[in-house]
């Protein structure tokens, strides 16, 4: 399942989010709402990682899920 899959199911997404990224908040979440870019740029923000490792992982979520 893709980031733009997940728009739909958003909330129920929003846990396995903050499974794999704890550091993030409800408010990051919801700003970033079913966007790779914006959950990378708080990805980037919050755990001090380069913006292409960020969507690295990204991918690598969507990949497992």
Do not use: P
Request: hydrophobic share 35%; net charge negative; aromatic share 8%.
């Amino acid at each position: 399942m893709n980031l733009d899959q997940i728009e739909g199911k958003w909330t129920q997404i929003k846990g396995a989010l903050r499974q794999e990224w704890a550091k993030l908040t409800e408010d990051d979440l919801e700003f970033a709402r079913g966007s790779r870019e914006k959950l990378a740029g708080r990805i980037q923000e919050r755990y001090g990682v380069a913006r292409e490792d960020a969507l690295e992982q990204i991918q690598e979520w969507e990949a497992r899920h």
